[in-house]
């Protein structure tokens, strides 16, 4: 069974009350399996733990970025110019900062008050980024199917998949393609297939949910003004459900045993969590009932 619906934000709890009374995940979204393939223990210290974490100022540029990508869609095509989606970006910062006051930490000065001069850079930034999109593809030309989908599905094994999409475009023969937004820049070639993995995940949600496999999937990197396209078929696809029924296995036997183990790597030096890891001397928080 599958459900497509549009919603605010991706869940990575465990997702049916089956799977919460055992203590045990029921659900996977692709950043949640990313964390575990990285870090398992950095899978529990977000999933189970629930730990908080410092705002970022490049994953919230992104977020912005997405959502001015997002609404310029909402405008007449010949009205899809980089002058207007430059102009969104100031009022989608305003919209986010509304939802999450803590934001406002990212730009404040030693005196406590608002860094000027370092919001305006930051802005910029994003500007900069939503411009070069212009470079890659054309939004006159275009008229998505579906913008920031969220996508759910039940495998046969009891296992749930959910996820957002930034863009599901159709063609008039019926072809699909997937889309998603980077704001930073492409990987080198060789680590192709791990930035892939995202995509892969959401064609076999869509997959599974529709009859049909997507015909391309596209990243877009506006770090670096790439594009990344990858044409799955069943095979492949198969190919990851059997991937994540493995990864899936190994979270629940992770959470049976309560052996988390961490998995340094160079990605830690931009971990919130190293004060609770046991990798650099600390101690990870005390499991409920335990």
Not at 263 to 272: A, I, M, Q, Y
């Amino acid at each position: 069974m599958g459900t497509v619906t549009g919603k605010a934000e991706e869940p990575s709890a465990p997702g049916n009350a089956a799977g919460r009374a055992a203590g045990r995940p029921a659900s996977l979204s692709p950043s949640r399996a990313a964390d575990f393939m990285q870090c398992p223990l950095l899978y529990r210290f977000r999933v189970i733990d629930r730990l908080p974490e410092k705002p970022s100022a490049a994953a919230t540029r992104g977020t912005v970025v997405h959502a001015v990508l997002e609404r310029l869609f909402d405008a007449p095509a010949v009205e899809r110019t980089p002058a207007r989606a430059r102009s969104l970006v100031p009022g989608e910062w305003q919209r986010l900062l509304a939802a999450r006051p803590e934001l406002a930490e990212l730009f404040a000065g030693e005196d406590g008050g608002q860094d000027a001069e370092r919001l305006a850079a930051w802005l910029s930034d994003a500007e900069r980024l939503v411009e070069r999109w212009f470079t890659l593809e054309d939004p006159t030309r275009l008229e998505p199917a579906e913008r920031e989908l969220f996508v759910e599905t039940e495998l046969a094994s009891g296992l749930t998949l959910r996820g957002y999409i930034d863009r599901v475009d159709v063609a008039p023969t019926g072809d699909v393609r997937i889309v998603d937004y980077k704001t930073g820049k492409a990987p080198a070639p060789q680590y192709a297939s791990e930035a892939l993995f995202q995509m892969r995940f959401y064609a076999l949600v869509l997959w599974r949910l529709r009859g049909t496999v997507p015909r391309r999937l596209q990243l877009v990197y506006l770090g670096s003004g790439d594009v990344l396209t990858y044409d799955p078929d069943e095979a492949d696809l198969l190919g990851v459900e059997r991937k994540l029924h493995a990864l899936w296995e190994a979270i629940r036997l992770a959470t049976d045993s309560g052996d988390w183990r961490p998995r340094r790597t160079k990605l830690c030096g931009w971990c919130d969590h190293r004060e609770q890891c046991p990798e650099f001397g600390g101690t990870p928080p005390r499991k409920r009932g335990r």
